[in-house]
């Protein structure tokens, strides 16, 4: 009778390991697409104003304006570079396309460590073109622990 061979020990395979480690990156791979937020990312890197107000949009904006630091004179508006005159025919194009007219606001990205002086020709820009929804990108201020 054959009884012992259905219990006795078979040899290692070297592929046995490596079981575990496909599910382990598998599972891995799930939490992170599921768990992580994908967001574009913007074409230069700003880190906006701390602020205390975690309100955050619930919509997304139409138009997103990023401004880079004093040092550059780094202005894209939807990702694409732009000079400052020709921003408010662009926001009164993409006002006169969109479908949802109340709805419309506008996103501007700026460094926290931009001066006023160099934001207000942005507003102003906005402003001219007759829009009234506008917002400061700003990150939330965490506490000291």
């Known amino acids: 009778m054959k009884i ?3 219990y006795a020990a078979r040899a290692a395979n070297k592929d046995d390991n490596m079981v575990p ?5 598998f599972l891995m791979l799930v939490f992170f697409m599921v768990a992580g937020q ?3 990312a913007d074409p230069i890197a700003v880190m906006p104003p701390y602020s205390i107000n975690d309100t955050r949009a619930v919509t997304d904006p139409n138009v997103v304006i990023v401004v880079g630091s004093d040092d550059s004179d780094s202005l894209y ?3 694409e ?3 400052l005159d ?3 025919a662009y926001l009164e194009q993409q006002f006169t396309a969109a479908e949802n007219k109340e709805a419309f606001w506008v996103q501007i990205k700026a460094d ?3 001066s006023l002086e160099k934001l207000r020709p942005v507003f102003n820009q906005v402003r001219l073109a007759g829009l009234t929804k506008v ?7 965490r506490g000291e622990e």
């Open 112 to 114: 926290g460590a931009i």
């Open 21 to 25: 480690l496909i599910n382990v990156v």
């Open 4 to 6: 012992g061979e259905k």
């Open 81 to 83: 570079r732009f000079v």
């Open 38 to 40: 994908i967001q574009k």
């Open 135 to 141: 917002s400061l990108a700003t990150q939330l201020e």
């Open 86 to 88: 020709e921003i408010q």
């Open 77 to 79: 508006v939807d990702d």
